[in-house]
């Protein structure tokens, strides 16, 4: 069975959104508490970065199976103006508008897996998993 | 969703039962700092056993209301955060590290009286 949720972002209480379908989501496929709660910080990481920078967005959220392990997928898609430099927005406390700084590299490392596709003008993609263990 | 904030002696004591969202902490940070300037409480306990969610902005906001509130000349002490809301804010990189934390409220409340 293949489980997907999305919630676009356009205002503040859309981040508080996303992140409870998360949370939902992670309680389904019985994450244990810490990584519910990892799961749905880095939704509300990402979700609040698309609210400050890169509108219109959206969050997906997909159950998936691989190899007999359960995870969740958590997917950032934003039509905002790109990220120039990724690696740079990796770094700790880089910011580009005076925001918050621990947002991305923090998702890094909340979760397994975690990608960033981005192209200027076109928008961002992060992909993030986490494997139930 | 306006939190509300008690008063108990020359205490205040906040106790966030609802899920933060971003204006509503924003609505927290002023309206707590004009009930300390109201109330000239000598201290004030944000508690925090039901926040199942602190991510960076509201830790920034928590942080920022411990600053500001000092800077008025009031304590405040963060209680009761969930093992997994530590983690996550350690991992994340938020170390909150200007604030006076306590287990429960009964321990933030003598750490108040204790102080002054």
């Given at each position: 069975?293949?489980?997907?949720?999305?919630?676009?972002?356009?205002?503040?209480?859309?981040?508080?959104?996303?992140r409870?379908?998360?949370r939902?989501?992670?309680?389904?496929?019985?994450?244990?508490?810490?990584?519910?709660s990892?799961?749905t910080t880095?939704?509300s990481?990402?979700?609040?970065?698309?609210?400050?920078?890169?509108?219109?967005?959206?969050?997906?959220?997909?159950?998936?199976?691989?190899?007999?392990?359960?995870?969740?997928?958590?997917?950032?898609?934003?039509?905002?103006?790109?990220?120039?430099?990724?690696?740079?927005?990796?770094?700790?406390?880089?910011?580009?508008?005076?925001?918050?700084?621990?947002?991305?590299?923090?998702?890094?490392?909340?979760?397994?897996?975690?990608?960033?596709?981005?192209?200027?003008?076109?928008?961002?993609?992060?992909?993030?998993?986490?494997?139930?263990? | 969703?306006?939190?509300?904030?008690?008063?108990?002696?020359?205490?205040?004591?906040?106790?966030?039962?609802?899920e933060?969202?971003?204006?509503?902490?924003?609505?927290?940070?002023?309206?707590?700092?004009?009930?300390?300037?109201?109330?000239?409480?000598?201290?004030?306990?944000?508690?925090?056993?039901?926040m199942e969610i602190i991510d960076?902005?509201?830790?920034?906001?928590?942080?920022?209301?411990?600053?500001?509130?000092?800077?008025?000349?009031?304590?405040?002490?963060?209680?009761?955060?969930?093992?997994?809301v530590?983690?996550t804010?350690?991992?994340?990189?938020?170390?909150?590290?200007?604030?006076?934390?306590?287990?429960?409220?009964?321990?933030?409340?003598?750490?108040?009286?204790?102080?002054?």
């Open positions: 069975m293949k489980t997907t949720n999305e919630v676009s972002i356009k205002n503040e209480w859309d981040i508080v959104a996303a409870q379908a998360g939902e989501a992670a309680k389904r496929l019985e994450f244990g508490i810490v990584d519910q990892r799961i880095a939704i990481e990402l979700a609040r970065n698309i609210y400050l920078y890169a509108l219109p967005g959206k969050i997906v959220i997909e159950e998936i199976h691989k190899n007999n392990r359960n995870g969740l997928r958590i997917v950032a898609k934003d039509k905002g103006p790109g990220i120039e430099d990724i690696r740079k927005a990796l770094e700790d406390g880089y910011t580009t508008s005076g925001g918050l700084g621990a947002g991305v590299p923090g998702v890094k490392r909340l979760m397994d897996e975690f990608e960033i596709d981005s192209a200027i003008g076109v928008g961002t993609e992060v992909t993030a998993v986490k494997w139930l263990k | 969703m306006r939190i509300p904030i008690l008063k108990m002696y020359d205490l205040l004591l906040v106790s966030i039962q609802v933060l969202d971003d204006i509503s902490a924003l609505e927290l940070q002023e309206d707590l700092l004009n009930k300390i300037h109201e109330t000239t409480a000598k201290g004030v306990v944000l508690e925090l056993t039901s960076s902005y509201i830790a920034r906001i928590l942080g920022e209301i411990v600053s500001m509130a000092e800077l008025m000349g009031t304590k405040v002490v963060l209680t009761g955060i969930q093992p997994a530590a983690i804010l350690i991992e994340l990189g938020i170390h909150l590290k200007s604030a006076n934390t306590a287990l429960d409220l009964e321990k933030g409340i003598e750490i108040l009286n204790d102080i002054y």
